[in-house]
C-alpha cells in the first residue's frame, strides 16, 4: 500500500482521537476479567451431608442431632459422610435406635447445608459429590467459547471489519452475561458461558488490533497493555466486588450489566483506516482519515492523501496464506507455541487460586495487584530490549518458579502463595508481550487471522490447565512440572523470531523475509549505492513496509 504509513504520521501518531479510542477500549476489559474468573468465588466450599429427610416419618420429634447420628455414617475423623447416607428401611423407630443401620449408599435425595449459606452455584445446583466435577467442566466449557470466539471471531474481523465484530461481540457479553443470571438449570447456565466466552475471545483480539492500527510505532505496546492493565484492576474488582456480594445471581448481574453503557459509546468507533485500504475502499479510509486529523487538529496534505492507492488489488487473506510462506510459516508456528505455553502457566496459576493455602480473596487481589505493574512495565521494557528478548526472557521466568514452587512443602502456604504471585508476574509480562509481538508480525491483510489462530492455541492451553490440575491426585509435582518445563521450552523458540521494534506495520503478506531481516538488508544495500530513491536513498520506513 502507499502512502498509509505516512498519511498516518500526518495525521498524529496518539493525538486526542488515539486517547480516547484507547479509553473505549478499557472498558470492556473489566467485564472480560470478571468472566474469566468469576466462577471460582461463585462455587465456595460449604458443609454439606445427604438429606435423610425420610426418617421424619416415624420419628418426627427427633432432634437435628439425633436424626443425623440415625442415619449419617462418619469418617476415620469421627464427622459425618458428606457424600453418603445410610439405605433407609421401614422399621419401626426403636428398632432403629436399638440395632441401628448397616447398609449404605449415596445421597439418593438431595443434600442439606446446615451452615445456610448465601445462594451459590454449588448450592443451588448442587455441585458436590458426583456432581462435584461439573464445576471443572463448567470452566472448560467457558473455554471452549474462548476457542470458538477465536475460531470465528478472528478471520470474521478480517473480511468485514474490527469494528462490527467489536459491536457484535459486545452485544453477546451483555444478553447472555446477564442472561446468565436468571438460568434455571446448571446445563443452560454451561451453554451461556460458553456464548460469553466467544464474546471474549471477540473483544480481546478486535480492540487491540483496532488500537495498534491506529497510533504511531512508539505508542503501539502502550496501547495494547493499557487494556491489559485494566484487565488486571478489574481482577482486583473482581475480589471486592465477590467479598461483597455473596448471591452468585447478583454478583453475575453486577460484573455484567456496567458493559451495556460501553454498548452506546463503541458506536463512535471508526473502522481501521489500514484496514479500508487493505480491502480497496480507499474513499471511506479518505473520510475516516480527514475526520481524526480533524479531531487531533492536524491536517492531511491533499496530495498525500491522493496518493492512497493500493497498488494491486489485495485479496482477503486466509488461514492458508500464514503457512504458505516460509517466513510466515515459521512465525506462525512459533508463536502458536508461544501462546499455548503462556496461557497453559497463566492459567494453571490463575486457577489454582483456591488452593494455595490463604484466604481467596486476598490471593485474587494479589494476583490482579501484581499484574500492573507486569504490564505496565511491558511498556518501558519492550521499548528498551525490544520484543524477542522480552518474551525469550520473561516466558521461561514464569516456568522456572513454578518448577521452584515443586520443592516447597505443602505446609508452608504464605512460601507458596508468594512464589505463585512472582509466576504470575511473568506470566503476565509474556502474555502482554505476546500480544504485542503477534499484532506486529502478522501483516493488515491476516492480523485478525494470525492473531485468532494464536489466541486459540491459547485456548486450548486454558482449557487443558483444569484437566492438568486433576494429575495432582497421583503426585502434587506432575501439575507444576507441566506448567513449569512448557514455557521454557516455548521462551526458547522465541529466539528465532524477528524483532519489530520501531518498525511499521506490514499490511500484505508479499515478500520472502521478516522485517527485520529487510532493514537489515536495505541498509547494507543503502551503503553500497544499490536503494536509491528520492534523495539518494530510499526511506527506511517504506523499506520495512515494503516486505514482512
Request: a neutral charge.
Amino acid at each position: 500500500m502507499s502512502g498509509i504509513g505516512e498519511i498516518l504520521k500526518a495525521v498524529g501518531d496518539f493525538g486526542p482521537f488515539q486517547k480516547w479510542l484507547v479509553l473505549l477500549t478499557l472498558f470492556p476489559c473489566l467485564s472480560m476479567a470478571f468472566h474469566q474468573f468469576c466462577q471460582l468465588f461463585m462455587v465456595p466450599k460449604v458443609p454439606h451431608h445427604c438429606d435423610t429427610s425420610w426418617i421424619h416419618a416415624i420419628g418426627p420429634n427427633l432432634t437435628e442431632e439425633e436424626q443425623l447420628n440415625l442415619t449419617l455414617p462418619r469418617d476415620a475423623d469421627g464427622a459425618y459422610e458428606q457424600c453418603s447416607m445410610y439405605s433407609p428401611v421401614d422399621w419401626n423407630l426403636s428398632s432403629i435406635v436399638a440395632y441401628g443401620l448397616n447398609a449404605t449408599e449415596k445421597c439418593r435425595s438431595g443434600w442439606v447445608y446446615p451452615s445456610a449459606p448465601p445462594p451459590s452455584l454449588l448450592t443451588e445446583f448442587d455441585l458436590v459429590c458426583d456432581r462435584k466435577d461439573l464445576s471443572d467442566i463448567s470452566q472448560s466449557v467457558y473455554m471452549v467459547g474462548l476457542l470458538l470466539g477465536a475460531m470465528i471471531f478472528g478471520p470474521v474481523s478480517d473480511r468485514i471489519g474490527r469494528r462490527p465484530v467489536t459491536m457484535i461481540a459486545v452485544f453477546l457479553q451483555i444478553l447472555f452475561g446477564l442472561g446468565i443470571a436468571f438460568v434455571p438449570h446448571f446445563y443452560v447456565y454451561m451453554a451461556f458461558r460458553c456464548v460469553v466466552g466467544a464474546s471474549v475471545s471477540g473483544i480481546s483480539m478486535s480492540i487491540p488490533a483496532l488500537a495498534i492500527e491506529w497510533v504511531g510505532v512508539s505508542f503501539r505496546p502502550r496501547a495494547v497493555i493499557f487494556s491489559h492493565c485494566c484487565f488486571a484492576t478489574g481482577q482486583m474488582l473482581l475480589a471486592g466486588l465477590s467479598y461483597g456480594i455473596r448471591n452468585w445471581r447478583l454478583l453475575q448481574i453486577a460484573g455484567s450489566a456496567p458493559v451495556c453503557a460501553l454498548f452506546f459509546c463503541i458506536w463512535v468507533l471508526p473502522e481501521s483506516a489500514r484496514w479500508l485500504v487493505t480491502k480497496g475502499r480507499i474513499e471511506e479510509a479518505k473520510k475516516v482519515l480527514q475526520k481524526v486529523a480533524s479531531i487531533n487538529k492536524h491536517t492531511i496534505p491533499p496530495a498525500l492523501l491522493e496518493q492512497l492507492k493500493p497498488e494491486t488489488q489485495s485479496k482477503p487473506g486466509s488461514t492458508l496464506d500464514l503457512f504458505r510462506k516460509k517466513h510466515l510459516r515459521k512465525v506462525t508456528l512459533i508463536m502458536l507455541c508461544t501462546w499455548f505455553v503462556n496461557s497453559l502457566v497463566y492459567y494453571g496459576l490463575s486457577l489454582n487460586v483456591t488452593n494455595f493455602g490463604l484466604d481467596i480473596y486476598l490471593t485474587q487481589l494479589a494476583f490482579g495487584a501484581v499484574e500492573i505493574p507486569a504490564r505496565v512495565g511491558c511498556i518501558f521494557i519492550l521499548q528498551w530490549f525490544g520484543r524477542k528478548k522480552t518474551q525469550a526472557v520473561v516466558l521461561p521466568l514464569s516456568g522456572l518458579v513454578c518448577l521452584i514452587i515443586i520443592g516447597i512443602p505443602e505446609d508452608q502456604p504464605v512460601a507458596t502463595t508468594v512464589l505463585a504471585i512472582i509466576g504470575k508476574f511473568m506470566a503476565s509480562a509474556s502474555f502482554s508481550t505476546s500480544y504485542v509481538y503477534s499484532a506486529e508480525l502478522f501483516p493488515t491483510v491476516v492480523r485478525q487471522t494470525g492473531m485468532g489462530l494464536c489466541s486459540m492455541s491459547g485456548r486450548v492451553a486454558a482449557i487443558l490447565a483444569p484437566l492438568i490440575r486433576l494429575l495432582g491426585q497421583y503426585h502434587r509435582a506432575i501439575p507444576m512440572a507441566i506448567f513449569g518445563s512448557a514455557p521454557v521450552v516455548g521462551g526458547l523458540l522465541c529466539i528465532l523470531l524477528p524483532e519489530t521494534r520501531d518498525t511499521d506495520l506490514v499490511d500484505d503478506t508479499m515478500g520472502s523475509c521478516p522485517a527485520a531481516e529487510v532493514c537489515e538488508n536495505a541498509h547494507s544495500s543503502s551503503e553500497n549505492g544499490h536503494m536509491k530513491g528520492k534523495g539518494g536513498v530510499q526511506d527506511k520506513e517504506d523499506t520495512m513496509t515494503t516486505y514482512f
